[in-house]
């Protein structure tokens, strides 16, 4: 039986023939011109030449690069090792106990040695049998490992104004403040942090804290 309902005729739509309309072409997709191919160049090149220029501002200004002699400062530093050195830290902070530091020797400044900061000015600094005590208080170091510990014993000496009691930490085979006293303030120019050479020695020398707090 057919339904009553009116049925909707159905209608086929006509087909597109509209074209497309064609992309713009935007100016990412432009061929670069010669000309601005070396304008692009140019600002490169002129933002390499500055960042070169900055980077060894600061190298020679803020960092300098020093060559290790000696195996005072194992394991931390081993003989010609190279490592940068900060020579304007100390016009910022204070030195510190614990800072690697280096500095001219005191009995002879054509030569430079690179030390750690054990005691401070106005600090009595005692050893006993290998353990380093600063005003009666032992100082933990644990970057000294047991093969290079000395177990002699030394002083009491007063550190005195101004000055800084400094030692390798390899203390079996280091010449430091045991030998030709504390070293003045005047005479340590920059604070060991970063060792460039040998390639896997490559890092931050963070400072090794040793206070007795």
Do not use: C
Not at 182 to 206: N, Q, T
């Amino acid at each position: 039986m057919e339904s009553s309902e009116e049925k909707q005729p159905v209608t086929a739509a006509p087909p597109d023939t509209t074209a497309p309309a064609e992309s713009p072409v935007g100016a990412s997709d432009r061929p670069a011109s010669p000309h601005s191919l070396r304008h692009e160049i140019r600002v490169w090149t002129r933002d390499l030449l500055i960042a070169i220029g900055l980077a060894l501002v600061i190298i020679v200004f803020l960092y300098q690069p020093v060559k290790v002699e000696g195996t005072s400062m194992a394991p931390l530093l081993s003989d010609q090792e190279r490592i940068f050195i900060n020579k304007f830290v100390y016009r910022f902070e204070p030195i510190q106990r614990g800072d690697v530091v280096v500095f001219w020797y005191p009995l002879d400044r054509s030569k430079s040695f690179i030390k750690r900061v054990i005691g401070l000015p106005g600090e009595t600094v005692e050893i006993r049998r290998g353990a380093v005590y600063v005003d009666d208080k032992i100082v933990p170091e644990p970057y000294v490992p047991p093969q290079y510990e000395d177990l002699s014993d030394f002083g009491p000496v007063r550190v005195p104004k101004d000055s800084y009691f400094v030692m390798g930490d390899h203390r079996i085979s280091s010449n430091d403040s045991r030998v030709f006293g504390p070293v003045a303030d005047r005479y340590i120019y920059g604070r060991a942090v970063f060792a460039y050479w040998p390639v896997d020695h490559f890092g931050s020398l963070s400072t090794t804290e040793a206070d007795t707090k």
